[in-house]
């Protein structure tokens, strides 16, 4: 399924905010004021975003924590990525100290798992945006490439195979590879 804008009228971020179709599945984004919908996630799509939150949300330290398709709005953007992932103290609460429906800011580490057809560039500008406003690290899991390419501010695009650790949010005690992450999608 490709990515395709909804046609309206332009309308801000807030009225996009209002409306009440944005978190139906699969979610909207508010990118560049266009109104665009995400792919559907797929099953390789579904395991490796479920393990990948599993892992790090079952991690003694409670360093951060993970949270799939969470919409991030911050600088003028509404975004969902695949997997949003937060340093403990930057989890937004509500008056009951209980964890905030929104969230009004940028992920420590964002990462996107690219669909079947979805253009990779739409995915790569969510990360490179999000690295912009303060994002440490940003991935795009290419299941069908079986690679891994890694963002992060002030160094150039690396792209991770095989057994190569991948770069992680500081203090977060985790090694990961590709080889690792693939392998989930073997049952």
Known sequence: MTITPIKQKHI???????KDYIDEAPAYEYINNEVIRKPMPQGKHSQIQYKICEIINQLKERIAYALPELRCT??????VPDIAIFYWERIPLDDE??????FNSYPDL?????SP??????????????????????????TDE????????????????????????????????????????KL
């Open 12 to 18: 801000t971020l807030e009225e996009f905010l209002q």
């Open 74 to 79: 911050f600088s003028n953007r509404s975004i």
């Open 97 to 102: 100290g209980e964890i905030a429906n929104q």
């Open 110 to 114: 964002t990462i996107e798992i690219l």
């Open 117 to 142: 057809n979805q253009k990779p560039t739409k995915v790569i500008d969510n990360i490179l945006f999000c690295l912009e406003y303060g994002t440490q690290v940003g991935w795009l899991i290419d």
């Open 146 to 185: 079986k690679m891994i390419m890694v963002f992060q501010p002030e160094k150039a695009l690396k792209i991770y195979h095989d057994e190569e650790i991948l770069p992680i949010i500081n203090n977060l005690d985790l090694e990961l590879t590709p080889n690792q992450i693939f392998s989930w999608l």
